[in-house]
Each structure stands twice: as structure tokens, then as C-alpha cells.
């Protein structure tokens, strides 16, 4: 697998936890396995490569390169506007919280707590899904910059689906950490365009 393939399966996990919350806003609705790979990539410590961190394959980032190939293509018909934004302001994120060691310490101390909350009852337990969501709250939502998410109020004032989106916002910004950490920086996704598409055209076919 080439760097440019680690970069682009990281940054689908940014674009694909960016779709979900998207979804869940709108719809109140999410794939399961979607959710338990991204859900999941929070707590793989220690990976042997990219994906591992997504349970060894990409099929539950296919949605998130897709969100990708449309805003790379910069085709206005096919264009994720939300998805998009989210997914910026994720990367925006990342880049605030890789100054704050004391909100870095805190997650690290509190993702172990969680793992074992997911050896209990696994990995899309509300349980699970409301100790993320709350990891979220008390260290990115601090930020003086936050993101805001746009849908149907019936869905986003359903205190599951609010802890659904928080948690997808902690994975999505691991994603963009780990992008960052195998050498990922925004200005590829202007200058690189050609590419990253040339790259990614082939993972989305699987």
C-alpha cells in the first residue's frame, strides 16, 4: 500500500464519520456495521497498519470516499455541502486539540474506560455510545471553535442520537489526527487534487 493509499483510507474515516452525522441528523437512521467500524477505530491503540484501525478492511469507508471523490471532483451536482463542511471543520479541530495536552492526556485516559464498556456490552451499546459521546463534550466541545450540526431538531434533540453525533465527531477527529500523523496536510486536497483521485478511484471500487 503506498503513503498516498494510508493517507487516503484515514482521511475516509474523517469523511465517512462526517457522512454519518450527516445521516443521523437528517434521518435519525445509520448503518450499524458503519457505526461499530467508526466507533471502533477510536480504540485501536496500537495498529499495525491504517487498517487495521477500521477492523482490517475498508468496506465500512466506502460512503466516506465517496463524500471525498465529490468534493476533490469539485462537481456542484454531486457535491456533499454538509458532509463537507463537517469534515473540515473535523481537520480544523484536530489542529486545535494537538496543542492541548491536557485535553489529550483526558482522552487518553479515558478511551481505556471505554474500551472495556465495549468488551462488556460491544461496540454500539448506548452505553458505549453515551461514554463517547460525553469524552466529546468535555474535551472538543471546550473549544472556542465547535461544529455546528444541521438536521431535522426531532432527530437532534433525541439525547441517543446527540451522543451518536458527539461520538462520530471524536472518531472522525482520531481520523484526522492519524491523516496528520502519516504525513496528511489540507493544502494536498488543492494542490494534490489529480492525485488523490487517481489513487482513490481504484479503493472506492474495492
Not at 467508526?38 to 475498508?58: A, N
Not at 431538531?153 to 482520531?174: E, H, W
Amino acid at each position: 500500500m503506498t503513503p498516498t493509499q494510508e493517507q487516503l483510507i484515514a482521511l475516509g474515516g474523517v469523511f465517512q464519520a462526517a457522512v454519518l452525522v450527516d445521516k443521523i441528523a437528517k434521518t435519525g437512521q445509520a448503518s450499524e456495521a458503519a457505526l461499530s467500524c467508526m466507533l471502533g477505530s477510536l480504540l485501536v491503540m496500537d495498529p499495525k497498519d491504517t487498517m487495521e484501525v477500521y477492523g482490517g478492511d475498508d468496506l465500512n469507508l466506502r460512503e466516506g470516499y465517496r463524500s471525498l471523490v465529490s468534493a476533490l471532483e469539485r462537481d456542484p451536482a454531486a457535491l456533499q455541502r454538509e458532509p463537507l463542511r463537517y469534515a473540515l471543520s473535523m481537520l480544523g479541530l484536530e489542529r486545535k486539540l494537538a496543542k492541548r495536552d491536557d485535553l489529550l492526556e483526558l482522552i487518553g485516559k479515558r478511551l481505556p474506560q471505554i474500551k472495556s464498556q465495549v468488551e462488556h456490552f460491544g461496540p454500539v451499546h448506548e452505553n458505549v455510545i453515551a461514554a463517547s459521546g460525553a469524552l466529546y463534550q468535555d474535551t472538543l466541545s471546550t473549544l472556542r471553535q465547535r461544529i455546528q450540526v444541521h438536521g431535522d431538531m426531532r432527530n437532534l434533540q433525541q439525547p441517543n442520537n446527540a451522543s451518536k453525533i458527539r461520538a462520530l465527531l471524536l472518531a472522525g477527529i482520531r481520523s484526522a489526527r492519524l491523516w496528520r500523523q502519516l504525513g496528511g496536510h489540507r493544502w494536498q486536497l488543492v494542490v494534490s487534487r489529480r492525485k488523490l483521485l487517481k489513487e482513490l478511484y481504484p479503493m472506492l471500487r474495492g
